[in-house]
Nanobody, 124 residues
Framework: QAQLVESGGGLVQAGGSLRLSCTGS????????MGWFRQAPGKEREFVAG????????AYADSVKGRFTISRDNAKNTVYLQMNSLKPEDTAVYYC?????????????????WGQGTQVTVSS
């Protein structure tokens, strides 16, 4: 069973950058597709980005394309989300999630394991 811990959230001004990290426990991290999701107050959780097991393919929500980059280092059991040109509407709790099946998707219910979340606040 994967346990995930996010870090790197915080308060940043609009236009700034943050890098989130999510570290998984165990020796099977490379067997999971990884995703980043976010949830703003009063809104549903939404897909932000995902990456395949090897890191060879990625997917992004339209709202973050060109600004966010997902990557992973399987040797360190860690997935990253580099967030640039941040906007106030990016303010949310960001969660990483792991998916054991083979297909990279944006559907949150298909992800098996979740971290506790890290708060990102972008001030205008």
């Amino acid at each position: 069973q994967a346990q995930l811990v996010e870090s790197g959230g915080g308060l940043v001004q609009a236009g700034g950058s943050l890098r989130l990290s999510c570290t998984g426990s165990g020796r099977t991290f490379s067997r999971y597709i990884m995703g980043w999701f976010r949830q703003a107050p009063g809104k549903e959780r939404e897909f932000v980005a995902g990456i395949t097991k090897s890191g060879g393919s990625t997917a992004y929500a339209d709202s973050v394309k060109g600004r966010f980059t997902i990557s992973r280092d399987n040797a360190k059991n860690t997935v990253y989300l580099q967030m640039n040109s941040l906007k106030p509407e990016d303010t949310a709790v960001y969660y990483c999630a792991a998916k054991s099946s083979a297909v990279l998707t944006s559907r949150s219910y298909e992800y098996n394991y979740w971290g506790q979340g890290t708060q990102v606040t972008v001030s205008s």
